[in-house]
């Protein structure tokens, strides 16, 4: 329900002549699960493993399907290695380069969040980029953070951590796409600056890059 609300939001506003580029500065990496997990542990059928990916990917590239939950890092001789995600399904796609990484990545709430959350204030602190929380192991956005950029902008797309690993496979990000703190870990390792990323529609048929 949350989220078909933040989708009339964001489709009123963007009738309005809003920019996509700004709703997502409004609400990339905020929202979080209101519901009372079952296991506070991640999924087992999203954890990280090594699969067959058909599709011609240079090896190097991350590739993103939020429709269904994966990311793959393609591997050479056809295969990747892919990590179970969580995230909104009408975020942000196409391509983009990792712009930049950051370890245990400050966060910054938009101020409409703090508006509507007052109760947020009490764990936020003056940074240098403003109003937001140190970055450590109670921070939303996890251990460590990668900045996708489009040539020299800034798309407001991240791929970063979570400290609620049980949300991996859910829909409940808009805009950014979360990991394990583990796997997080793992992808940012191997990494580098200039990696480039696709992110997938979700119209996109998901079948195709999991080779299901």
Not at 18 to 47: G, K, Q
Not at 162 to 190: A, F, H, K, M
Request: aromatic share 8%; with cysteine.
């Amino acid at each position: 329900m949350k989220s078909r609300k933040v989708v009339l939001v964001l489709r009123t506003l963007l009738a309005r002549g809003v920019p996509s580029v700004a709703l997502l500065c409004l609400v990339a990496c905020a929202t979080t699960t209101t519901t009372t997990p079952v296991s506070r542990h991640a999924d087992p059928a999203f954890a990280r493993t090594v699969v067959t990916y058909p599709a011609h990917v240079s090896a190097g590239t991350i590739v993103i399907d939020p429709g269904s939950h994966f990311l793959y890092l393609i591997q050479d001789g056809g295969q990747a290695i892919r990590y179970g995600v969580g995230g909104e399904g009408f975020g942000w796609s196409g391509s983009a380069t990792v712009h930049s990484k950051q370890e245990w990545p400050d966060w910054y709430p938009p101020a409409e969040m703090l508006q509507r959350k007052p109760e947020l204030r009490e764990h936020m602190t003056q940074l240098q980029s403003g109003i937001g929380m140190r970055g450590g192991p109670e921070n939303p956005i996890g251990a460590r953070g990668l900045y996708l950029w489009q040539g020299n902008k800034d798309t407001l797309y991240r791929i970063h951590g979570t400290n609620e690993p049980w949300t991996i496979g859910q829909n409940v990000s808009s805009g950014c796409i979360r990991l394990t703190n583990d796997d997080i870990v793992d992808l940012y390792n191997r990494t580098p600056i200039g990696t480039k990323v696709l992110v997938l529609a979700t119209a996109y048929n998901s079948s195709v890059a999991s080779g299901r």
